[in-house]
């Protein structure tokens, strides 16, 4: 791939896969910016025009707005440091040598195979129900009154259920990392006197940390679209408690039936993703260089 | 301050006897060398020493004191491992001050160590580099400077020159010696290459299936091979070893001739030349003769003989003699 003919043919080839990426990048993201500035309402089809920035200064000026930001950057961060801290003490355990080790293995990936509707479900009518609820057998059994999770903490219940599904996907990709330290480079540091914990702090971790800035990353990009969960569960609610920026996004679109609001709302998550993406970029880009 | 004992030192894995018991002593100040073929089991005994491994049973003192049981780190030993085990995170300073750091010792006194090491091995001017911007030789050098600045009872070192060019492989070997000779601590070397154990040994340890076949100085174990293993191992180009009727003329089982001591010329062997190597100061001829097989012999340079050449060979030096089990008479 280094004379120029076969660099030209090289783009040649790839040129068609691009163009499509760009028109399906493109088309989408053109029609959601020209209706964010149009007054569009199923319910009134008729009356149409633009509107100038009314769509986003409606989100500005709603109080839900703030509050919905506020949620779905603190479900992403909570899910992160949940699912990061508790997938590398769960890697460092089943990384021991233990008998059924596979089977341990598939039992700790298993909750990633649930699809996010069925988890929150799960979740919802099995542990949390404050009849039926696992968690309120458990609480009644000490004689104290059953939590209600949904009411009262809806947000941290659905930080719960998020980083119960996505658990698995870090633990794997961390054990994976982990697997890949040389042994001698830990039996060297037990040489030069190190302790399990010195061990772990100025080895593993170092080792660790291009896996977990991809895991901080890629689900960076899933969280801040979580919608099945909260829509199964509380419904945004109680009040707007648990809702968030794609929450009220649908809330606007198939609730309101505004299309042109649910387009404002949509570049605005466009644009935070990439307020987010550009700190995480800077913050731990590096860690991906060589 | 570092005389190494092992006695009856048995490792198994599992139902595997890996070692069925060593006893051995390492005085201080000694280089010792551990030779033998793959799978022999000197790794282990050299990790066994360590306390990478646990040993089944019998007892290892270092300094007199028993350390079977004590963890690696209070054995006060240091150890260069075969991939160097550099920690590829820590610029080279940061891992050669390691131990210091771990050991809790002051900043003032670790940088003055640092210094110290990284002059002795010429890595000064490669401290604030990480490992990875680093050559084969500089990497092993690192490994190096990590174990001294601990000041050891003892060094191990695992296979430390297997991963390194056949040329950096001789200057690093010098290297070892010399730093053998400055700080006279003891120093057990773990090889499969006899070359370096001939070269650096006081003491060389040729192991076998996990047993000791014999100890020695390097030219001990040359000149008085106690078994077949040792004299075949020992040497390079192997030993010829002869058996049937021109072994019962020197009324042994099997006899052995270095390829060092056969002259070409006039003599009691006639054969045809096979292969031949002609390196300029050596020629190795592969001659098959008549009634003994295939000899190998290490002729001088200018010795012209060729592939289907008829020659004449005689014994030049010591013949040894061995029985039936293949120990030396």
């Not at chain 1, 540091?189 to 991809?214: C, K, N, Q, W």
């Not at chain 2, 350390?67 to 080279?92: D, E, I």
């Not at chain 2, 098959?288 to 289907?308: D, Y």
Request: charge should be neutral; include cysteine.
């Amino acid at each position: 791939m280094s004379t120029h003919s076969s660099r030209l043919a090289a783009r040649m080839m790839v040129a068609p896969s691009v163009v499509l990426l760009l028109i399906w990048m493109i088309v989408p993201l053109a029609m959601t910016l020209y209706y964010s500035f149009r007054l569009y309402r199923l319910l009134s089809p008729d009356r149409t025009g633009w509107v100038g920035f009314n769509n986003y200064l409606w989100f500005f000026n709603s109080p839900d707005f703030w509050l919905a930001l506020f949620n779905t950057l603190a479900l992403v961060g909570g899910v992160l440091v949940i699912t990061v801290v508790l997938g590398i003490l769960i890697a460092l355990l089943i990384d021991q040598p233990v008998k059924g080790q596979g089977f341990l293995r598939i039992l700790v990936i298993a909750p990633f195979f649930v699809m996010p509707p069925v988890a929150a479900s799960i979740w919802e009518n099995l542990f949390m129900h404050p009849q039926n609820g696992l968690f309120s057998a458990i609480a009644r059994g000490f004689g104290a009154q059953p939590i209600l999770f949904l009411e009262q903490y809806p947000m941290l219940s659905v930080i719960g259920i998020v980083s119960w599904e996505w658990l698995p996907f870090a633990t794997l990709i961390l054990l994976t990392a982990l697997q890949s330290l040389s042994s001698e480079q830990l039996e060297a540091a037990e040489m030069d006197g190190a302790s399990a914990f010195a061990r772990f702090r100025y080895i593993i971790l170092p080792h660790m940390t291009r896996a977990i800035t991809v895991v901080i990353l890629i689900q960076t990009i899933f969280l801040l679209g979580i919608f099945g969960e909260i829509f199964t569960t509380t419904q945004g609610g109680p009040g707007s408690a648990s809702t968030t920026l794609p929450y009220m996004i649908f809330k606007q679109a198939i609730a309101a039936k505004d299309i042109g609001r649910a387009a404002a709302g949509g570049i605005i998550a466009v644009i935070l993703a990439n307020i987010v993406a550009y700190f995480l970029m800077r913050g731990l880009g590096r860690n991906l260089e060589n | 301050m570092g005389k190494i004992q092992l006695t009856k030192v048995r490792k198994a894995f599992g139902e595997v006897d890996v070692i069925p018991g060593i006893d051995l002593t390492i005085e201080d100040g000694e280089f010792v060398v551990f030779v033998g073929p793959s799978g022999c089991g000197k790794s282990t005994l050299l990790r066994l020493i360590a306390g990478l491994e646990d040993t089944t049973s019998g007892t290892i003192e270092i300094d007199g004191k028993d350390a079977t049981n004590l963890p690696p780190a209070k054995r006060g030993l240091a150890m260069v491992f075969q991939s160097y085990a550099l920690y590829p995170h820590m610029t080279v300073r940061k891992n050669i001050a390691f131990p210091l750091k771990m050991a809790g010792m002051d900043q003032a006194e670790q940088d003055r160590r640092v210094e110290r090491a990284a002059k002795v091995l010429n890595l000064s001017n490669y401290l604030d580099r990480r490992p990875g911007q680093l050559s084969g030789g500089q990497r092993q050098r690192v490994a190096i400077g990590r174990a001294i600045v601990r000041e050891p009872a003892a060094f191990l070192f695992d296979e430390p020159l297997s991963n390194l060019d056949a040329a950096l492989r001789v200057g690093m070997r010098q290297e070892i010696s010399e730093l053998h000779q400055s700080l006279k601590t003891t120093m057990i070397y773990v090889t499969h290459d006899q070359v370096e154990a001939m070269t650096m040994a006081d003491k060389i340890v040729v192991l076998n299936a996990g047993r000791i076949e014999q100890v020695g100085a390097p030219l001990e174990l040359y000149n008085y091979p106690r078994n077949l293993f040792v004299a075949g191992f020992i040497g390079s180009p192997k030993m010829n070893f002869i058996e049937g009727a021109e072994a019962a003329k020197h009324d042994a089982h099997t006899i052995g001739v270095r390829p060092e001591h056969i002259a070409v010329g006039d003599g009691p062997w006639e054969g045809v030349v096979g292969l031949s190597e002609h390196l300029g100061s050596d020629s190795f001829l592969k001659v098959a003769v008549e009634g003994i097989g295939t000899l190998t012999v290490r002729a001088p340079g200018e010795v012209n003989a060729h592939h289907g050449d008829r020659i004449r060979l005689a014994p030049a030096g010591k013949i040894h003699r061995f029985n039936t089990n293949g120990m030396a008479l």
